[in-house]
């Protein structure tokens, strides 16, 4: 067996790249790269926030429209916070969507409506740590920053066989993809190992016949592939309960809140409710005869599940209710809700 870094791990893989890239809304494919045409900071940038934590399946629709709306980083900076928290509703993270306006702002009207170049400089930026910093600075500006997500994380781990899990083996993987990361074309290399761990080096079943890596990679080679990279056990998330209050006028109009922009959901549009707790205390947001819904809306956040109970009323004409928000039938959409919330209007309205 070949050291690996004999075998030319990068040559192998931007050779790959060039014939297999996926195409992608804010990418600017090789052919065009190698052409001259450079990518867009702003869509770089737009589309690495969207993609933390989220798919780029579940990002591609979101994406369009956002760019579609507001195309350039100072359109964005002069959009009203609503409008884009209402597109930006069913993404999740909702303090990602909050940084992102504060950080099309800075960027318009501090540094004139470009990005800054450099790792360093993007990390300046409101909603821009050491990862985004590092996809931007590499894929917006070809610098050579190392990129390393999860699917990088694995293509290392297999690539050199590293059995120490997750999360305690980051700083080694990292240092692997260091070693490893060229000082020519650093953008479309990063692309291509994203792309390898997406469609070749797969979590469960990797493609090792087809892997332009297959020379090199020690995990293949011991048969441990589809096992690493290892992970530490979880922490199993605890569950907790509250009540949503859904109340609604014969016209269409109903009774929202905005949550604070602080914590969970913050600056989203939801229905009033109770705290979410083990044991969550019942709060309507008037007198009424509430109703109880049947069933319950179940969603899961990032650190527990949540079961949540309806209650239904009718929205007295006259009431004016205090920190709360009687939205018309002709601004209510409930595609600006976040998704927990949506749930929850689905199960009311089948009712
Ligand atoms: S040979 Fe297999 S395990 Fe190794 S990098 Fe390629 S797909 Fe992944």
Redesign the pocket.
């Known amino acids: 067996m070949r050291d690996n870094f004999e075998f030319d791990v990068n040559g192998a893989l931007l050779d790959w790249y060039d014939l297999h890239a996926r195409a992608m809304p804010w990418r600017v494919g090789p052919a065009d790269r190698a052409s001259g045409v450079r990518p867009d900071p702003y869509r770089v940038w737009l589309s690495e926030v969207m993609l933390q934590q989220t798919t780029v399946a579940a990002v591609r629709d979101y994406f369009q429209r956002f760019t579609a709306r507001w195309p350039t980083v100072e359109a964005l900076a002069a959009a009203p916070d609503e409008h884009v928290m209402g597109e930006w509703a069913g993404l999740g993270y909702y303090a990602r969507a909050r940084n992102l306006l504060k950080c099309a702002r800075v960027v318009a009207e501090e540094h004139g409506g470009r990005f800054p170049e450099t790792h360093d400089a993007l990390l300046t930026l409101p909603g821009i740590g050491p990862y985004t910093a590092a996809a931007i600075a590499a894929i917006a500006f070809d610098r050579p920053e190392t990129v390393l997500d999860g699917n990088v994380e ?2 290392m781990a ?2 050199h066989d590293i059995h120490e899990p997750l999360p305690g083996s980051k700083p080694l993987l990292k240092q692997r993809a260091e070693a490893l990361t060229p000082a020519i074309r650093p953008g479309d290399y990063a692309q291509a190992v994203m792309d ?2 997406a469609t ?3 979590p469960k079943s ?3 016949g087809i ?4 020379e090199p ?4 080679l011991t048969g441990m ?1 589809p096992e ?1 990279p290892k992970k530490s056990p979880k922490k199993p998330k605890p569950t907790r309960y509250g009540y949503a209050y859904l109340a609604g006028r014969a016209d269409g109009a109903v009774l929202m809140e905005r949550r604070p922009d602080k914590g969970l959901l913050g600056g989203m549009l939801g229905w009033p409710g109770s705290d979410w707790s083990e044991t969550p205390v019942e709060t309507p947001p008037f007198e009424a005869d509430w109703q109880v819904l049947t069933g319950e809306v179940r969603h899961t956040f990032t650190h527990f599940h949540l079961i949540l109970h309806l209650r239904g009323a009718v929205l007295p004409d006259d009431l004016e209710p205090d920190g709360l928000q009687i939205i018309g039938k002709h601004a209510f959409r409930p595609s600006d809700l976040p998704t927990v919330m949506r749930k929850a209007h689905d199960l009311w309205r089948g009712q």
């Open positions: 694995r293509v297999r690539l390898l761990g070749i080096c797969t990797p493609a090792c892997c332009p890596l297959r990679c020690r995990a293949r592939a690493l």
